[in-house]
């Protein structure tokens, strides 16, 4: 613990990068069963800087998803370097959840609050059989879906617009009217189709809702017209399925200024 | 059921193909406890084929080991074809076990004793921290290993050897003797170095313990010569330790004539 010259306590704060295999996770936040990526966090943090702390992520990903760059802040007392830290928090973290970076950052940020953008990848398995090897973070959909159909959509979901259609039933958020700064489709590899979104925000399972429509695009079931509609009707029946959990990874979260965002999406 | 003109039942013999993410499961050979392959396997064909079915694979693999192209056989009097096989089994196993491929093969075929080589790979993760998207398949070894000093050894595996000083301690062989067609390190993708050795066969944790020993050589405690005073020794106990199986998967099996292994593997 470092006293300031005034004898108060000095808190410092804390920026992780935090990357996790969802399967069997119970999400990010806290829950009553299971085991929350959150909790886990914060009790393998709380054991490295010898105190509680509260860790906040820059959003909750939900049961099953994974995350390759997820960010959390938090405030600790204790004197610890960054790389101790990470050594630390791993040491005490289960294997499916490990923090990749640290950095202290100014008493301001707020991992959440401070976030100005998110990049989420849905990953489609386009292999003749299941792939046991890689079904695990991806969602097996055959060989016969009609990619150019799917990207044909794309276009559609960038801008500020009101994703309503796209919205889980219990959700108790305030608007519903997100900026879209880009949408793509591309291949990591072969046997892979992946969805990449980047925006302001997301709301309650709009990324799996908008998967599972975009499915029903590659299915030849509906066309660029037909999602359009589906996003201007602003009602959640309308849409496709709710795509699984395990294709969806949180990929990056973004702390730039939004202009700069939309700029380097814009231009991608 | 087919009747000959005989009146005897008609088998056939059916070739699969499986692939199977090891984590979780206790290996191919069927356990007192624990979830073995071949035990799902046996359960899953025997509800397709409408009769009991006695499932025989290449080899057997470790508990956590993984399979991207085990090669496994069986008869049936079931009249199925090939299609409805690797459908309808992949309907009753578990996620982390499917069937990829299945063909007819002749009344002579035997998935291990018709086995005339294999390849396996081993993956080390390179990368600063653990990632626990991919440490379920690699043994994370952190980034400072020396590969060149790995690779230098690798030609000292290579032609037909006693490969006693790799076999694990409980192994009830008759022979050590086995035939290493090629050996290779390459780099699927940036964070990962992948060993491929391909061979005649593999004694029971030869593969795990060259893995090992070829870390020790990465880390600088052993260089080519002391490789082969290793392996010349045929003593266990002077080899390094075996790296953990999570990293270990059968990438395939092979039926051709070793003579034409000999080449395919020799030119590469």
Same mark, same amino acid.
């Given at each position: ?5 005034? &004898? ?18 119970? &999400? ?11 909790? %886990? ?22 049961? &099953? ?34 923090? %990749?970076?640290?950095? @202290? ?11 100005? /953008? ?41 801008? @500020? ?33 992946? %969805? ?26 509906? &066309? ?15 849409? /496709? ?28």
């Amino acid at each position: 613990m470092t006293l300031s010259e005034t &004898g108060q306590v000095k808190y410092r704060n804390f920026k992780i990068k935090v990357a996790y295999r969802g399967t069997g996770l119970s &999400g990010w936040q806290r829950q009553e069963n299971g085991l929350a990526v959150q909790e %886990l966090l914060e009790d393998a943090v709380g054991k490295v800087c010898g105190h509680p702390v509260t860790i906040h992520g820059s959003g909750r990903t939900d049961a &099953g998803v994974h995350a390759a760059g997820q960010i959390a802040s938090f405030f600790t007392k204790s004197a610890r370097t960054p790389t101790q830290m990470v050594r630390g928090a791993n040491r005490f973290l289960p294997r499916s959840i490990a923090v %990749l970076e640290a950095e @202290e950052a100014p008493l301001s940020f707020h991992a959440r609050f401070s976030c100005t /953008g998110k990049k989420y990848h849905y990953d489609y398995l386009v292999t003749e059989t299941r792939d046991p090897l890689r079904d695990w973070r991806a969602w097996w959909v055959g060989t016969r879906l009609d990619w150019d159909g799917v990207r044909s959509c794309l276009p559609e979901l960038v801008g @500020e617009k009101d994703f309503a259609a796209f919205q889980s039933a219990g959700s108790d958020v305030k608007g519903t009217v997100r900026e879209i700064y880009g949408a793509w489709l591309t291949s990591p590899e072969p046997s892979i189709r992946r %969805l990449e979104i980047a925006g302001s925000g997301f709301l309650r399972h709009m990324m799996r809702a908008i998967a599972g429509t975009l499915f029903e695009a590659g299915r030849g079931r509906l &066309g660029r017209e037909d999602f359009k509609n589906i996003l201007a009707s602003k009602t959640r029946p309308r849409a /496709g399925m709710s795509a699984p959990p395990e294709g969806l990874s949180l990929a990056e979260a973004y702390y730039e200024p939004k202009a700069e965002l939309r700029r380097i999406f814009g231009g991608e």
